[in-house]
């Protein structure tokens, strides 16, 4: 499961007591609740989903293929399907494919999400493999349904607004520069990953 809420408070703190900034954005802002998912199928599915569509179109073509599989945790139904089957609940030609990909890396074992390996870069990795599965969806996978505590999403585009408002940069960074930029909040880039997205919110709710 995800960071919880003690484990997000620890990491800030250690944080805030490296970088005044995070303390001040902490100050501004208050501490981010939890974000936690079930480890699984059904969560990574959800990022394939969700992925250039709207929050509601997702969740409508979620309802759709739960009506016709029954439980997303289970991928059998899906593997099981046709392309035109998968479509016609509302999947692109795209996602249909990465939805079936998905399922039989899951059916046949050869993605067992109870054995990534402990080592983030090589889980990433492990998961990328799969189509439609890039590093954003594999980060977002391993810090919200996994927990680990130093995922660092640096190519969110939230997360570099964010990062460039609370220390203060001129423009938003590159990818590149989140995450460089980071590399001093090892082994808590977690807890400030979920931070910048708790302060982008509060911003907006400003603006």
């Known amino acids: 499961m995800g960071l919880s809420k003690d484990a997000i408070r620890s990491g800030l703190d250690a944080l805030a007591a490296r970088e005044p900034a995070f303390a001040r954005a902490i100050e501004r802002a208050g501490y981010p609740e939890p974000r936690i998912r079930d480890r699984g199928?059904?969560?990574?599915?959800?990022?394939?989903?969700?992925?250039?569509v709207s929050v509601a179109a997702a969740q409508?073509?979620?309802?759709?293929?739960?009506?016709?599989?029954?439980?997303?945790?289970?991928?059998?139904?899906?593997?099981?399907?046709t392309p035109e089957e998968l479509r016609a609940l509302g999947l692109s030609r795209q996602k249909a494919a990465y939805a079936h990909s998905l399922a039989e890396e899951v059916s046949s074992r050869r993605l067992d999400f109870d054995a990534l390996p402990a080592d983030d870069e090589d889980a990433i990795a492990a998961l990328t493999r799969i189509k439609g599965i890039g590093r954003w969806s594999a980060e977002i996978y391993?810090?919200?349904?996994?927990?680990?505590?130093?995922?660092?999403?640096?190519?969110?585009?939230?997360?570099?607004?964010?990062?460039?408002?609370?220390?203060?940069?001129?423009?938003?960074?590159?990818?590149?520069?989140?995450?460089?930029?980071?590399?001093?909040?090892?082994p808590y880039r977690g807890a400030a990953a979920i931070l910048a997205w708790h302060h982008y919110r509060v911003d907006m709710d400003v603006i």
Not at 60 to 81: H, K, N, Q, T, Y
Not at 164 to 174: D, F, M, N, Y
């Open 142 to 186: 391993l810090l919200f349904a996994e927990g680990r505590p130093d995922i660092w999403p640096a190519g969110d585009l939230a997360v570099q607004i964010e990062v460039g408002r609370i220390l203060g940069q001129e423009a938003r960074p590159s990818e590149k520069l989140t995450r460089d930029l980071a590399e001093p909040w090892r």
């Open 60 to 81: 409508s073509i979620w309802v759709r293929m739960e009506a016709a599989f029954g439980s997303l945790e289970d991928p059998a139904g899906i593997a099981a399907a």
């Open 41 to 52: 199928h059904a969560t990574l599915l959800r990022t394939i989903i969700g992925q250039q």
